[in-house]
């Protein structure tokens, strides 16, 4: 059981997310997407969200900046929500248009407001949950995709509650957040999603 709930933390990272809902979106998408492009979005999105704050992490290591990758002191988390902001504008700016990828466009604007939210908490010593942000806010991104789409995903979503639950009892028994940064995680992941949903549902 200890081994189940800590593995939980390192397959659902919170860097996986934004990759996750990107392959999710072209599995449950009816549009055609030509395969050549579809790859093509889904390694620079693996670049960008996943190698790349890889790379920064262990260099913001090496400079004694941070300690581990679950950024367990709240003070570390600075530098990595900028840098993570960062590269969420640029995919933002250059991977998906607007008018061709309105879904996931509005999903990474989702996730950059996130981002920001997460900062503000952090620039107050609040802790909020990485972990619970990035499945909070892919789980109501499936969702609004299952109803816009008219897409039967029911298996999908339930999944993704329990993943949910299976985290947030992770971070509570490594101790790494309390039930109340949990919940504030929950709810900055869910809230942009939510709210964006108006904008292309």
Not at 58 to 79: A, P, Q, S, Y
Request: aromatic content about 16%.
């Amino acid at each position: 059981m200890n081994f189940f709930l800590k593995i939980a933390a390192w397959i659902f990272h919170p860097l996986l997310m934004p990759l996750l809902g990107v392959v999710l979106y072209f599995r449950i998408t009816p549009r055609y997407v030509i395969p050549e492009v579809m790859y093509s979005k889904i390694i620079v999105v693996f670049i960008l969200t996943f190698l790349i704050p890889i790379l920064l992490f262990f260099l913001l290591k090496t400079m004694g900046l941070v300690k581990t990758i679950h950024l367990d002191d709240v003070k570390e988390r600075k530098i990595p929500t900028v840098l993570q902001s960062l590269l969420i504008l640029l995919i933002i700016r250059t991977v998906f248009h607007p008018h061709l990828y309105t879904e996931l466009y509005a999903f990474f604007i989702g996730i950059l407001f996130s981002l920001i939210t997460a900062f503000v908490l952090v620039s107050s010593k609040f802790k909020v949950s990485f972990h619970m942000m990035g499945i909070a806010g892919l789980t109501m991104f499936i969702i609004a995709l299952s109803i816009h789409f008219k897409v039967n995903a029911l298996w999908l979503i339930a999944l993704l509650l329990f993943v949910n639950g299976w985290v947030a009892s992770s971070r509570l028994h490594t101790k790494s957040h309390t039930p109340i940064e949990l919940v504030f995680g929950f709810f900055v992941g869910m809230f942009p999603q939510l709210i964006l949903v108006n904008y292309w549902l």
